[in-house]
Structure formats: C-alpha cells, structure tokens
DNA sequence: AACCAGGAGACAT
DNA sequence: ATGTCTCATGGT
C-alpha cells in the first residue's frame, strides 16, 4: 500500500507529536473518553480541574457525587454523560484490578472488555489500548476518514473495523507497530487541524505528492 | 451567528 | 443493518 510513504511524508513535514497528550495511562484513558467530540482545548480545562481536586485516580473519580465530577467535567461538554462514562471507566478498572493489571491481558481479549465499558466505543478504546496499553492497533477516528478518503484510499463510510483491519494489514501487525501506530494516529490529527479543514488540497500541502491527479 | 470539535448510546425503521 | 436524535462547551 500507499500508506508507509504518506506516513514519511506527514513525518518529514510535521516531526515527531510525542502522543498521547497526558502524564499517565489513567490521564490518557480519562483524555479518550473527554475529547470524545470534542476540542482537546476544552478537555485539558477538564483534566486540569481534576488534578486541582486531586482526583485524578479511579478511586478519587467513585468517591465523589457524579454532580461534583460533572461540575468538573464541564468544561469538555456532554458533562453529565462523560461523568456516567468516566465512571463505568474507573469501576471496571478497579474491578480489573487496576491500570497495571491490565498488562497481563491479551490484546483481544482487552478489547473486548473495554467495548462492554457504557461510553467506550471502538475508537475510544482503540486509543486506550495504542495509548495507555501500548498495543498495536491503529485508531480510526473523523480525520482518518476524511483524509483517506479525499486521498482516494478508502470511500470513508466503512465500518470501523473494515477500516482498522485494513490500515493494520497494510502497515503489519506485531508489536514493533506500536511506535509507528502511535505516531501515524497523532501525525493525521495534527495534519487535519493544520490543512484541508475545508479544501481537499491546500497549497503547500505535505500530502500534494500524493493527492497528485486523485483530486 | 452558525458551525465545528480526536464519539457513543438509545431508539425507530 | 442503517438512519436520526441527543448530549454541551468554547473557539472561529
């Protein structure tokens, strides 16, 4: 496939993201739930009110009224419903054992408890095994699509899955992807809010070698 | 002032 | 299996 060269060039023209944006695996997996539909601006306002109450942790997020965590969260919108989320998250952590429990799980096997989780879907648990596991499975989300597809790539309507099997089959699937999963995902978000928010193929555009005689 | 942002669930068809 | 509605704040 076409992708290794659109990840180089993405790479040369942006350098390295340093993802996910968060000090821990808890922050990332409480990031992945905020930023769902939503401005990364407005969740670090919410993430930044929860470190101020030092509540931070799966136990400090149950030990609260879901009203004071909503009251924190509002910020990120959807408040009420990522509060209800934020707590499903934080009592199937605990019951798992906690975040360093979760190592000895089988990426699949993980997977599939982390979709049971009310308010953790596919791409929200993508980014918290690739981001706060470690595991490599490449995260599909709005950019993905619309890049790709303005790239002639994919039709962009896929289901999710179709999609994921198709960009890991295609870049390879064993455990030495995580790095390049990991930055491939934070090159395409940084690449969809620098160009082509609205045009297909913007001057000065990383991607133009590629776009060539497609758009 | 409409429109959008690193989705997901409930519900009807 | 495929649409439609809702959830909500802050920036452009």
């Not at 095994?129 to 599909?140: N, Q």
């Not at 999963?181 to 978000?189: K, Q």
Request: with cysteine; charged share 20%.
């Amino acid at each position: 496939m076409t992708l290794r060269p659109i990840y180089q060039q993405l790479l040369a023209a942006y350098g390295p993201q340093h993802w996910w944006p968060g000090e821990t695996p808890f922050e990332v997996m409480v990031g992945a739930v905020l930023t769902q539909n939503t401005a990364w601006s407005n969740v670090e306002r919410a993430i930044h009110n929860l470190k101020r109450a030092d509540a931070l942790s799966p136990e400090a997020l149950l030990a609260v009224p879901v009203t004071q965590l909503a009251e924190w969260l509002r910020p990120s919108g959807y408040f009420n419903v990522k509060a209800e989320r934020l707590r499903s998250l934080c009592a199937w952590l605990l019951a798992a054992g906690g975040v360093r429990a979760l190592a000895q799980r089988e990426t699949h096997h993980l997977r599939r408890e982390l979709l049971a989780i009310k308010g953790v879907g596919p791409e929200t648990a993508d980014d918290i095994l690739l981001y706060a596991c470690e595991r490599p499975v490449f995260v599909i989300d709005a950019y993905t699509r619309r890049i790709f597809s303005r790239l002639g790539l994919i039709e962009g309507d896929e289901h999710y899955e179709v999609l994921r099997a198709h960009f890991e089959a295609a870049l390879g699937r064993g455990h030495r992807n995580v790095p390049l999963f990991n930055e491939y995902h934070a090159l395409i978000v940084f690449h969809a809010k620098s160009h082509c928010r609205k045009r297909p193929l913007c001057a000065g555009c990383p991607l133009a070698a590629s776009c060539r005689g497609r758009i």
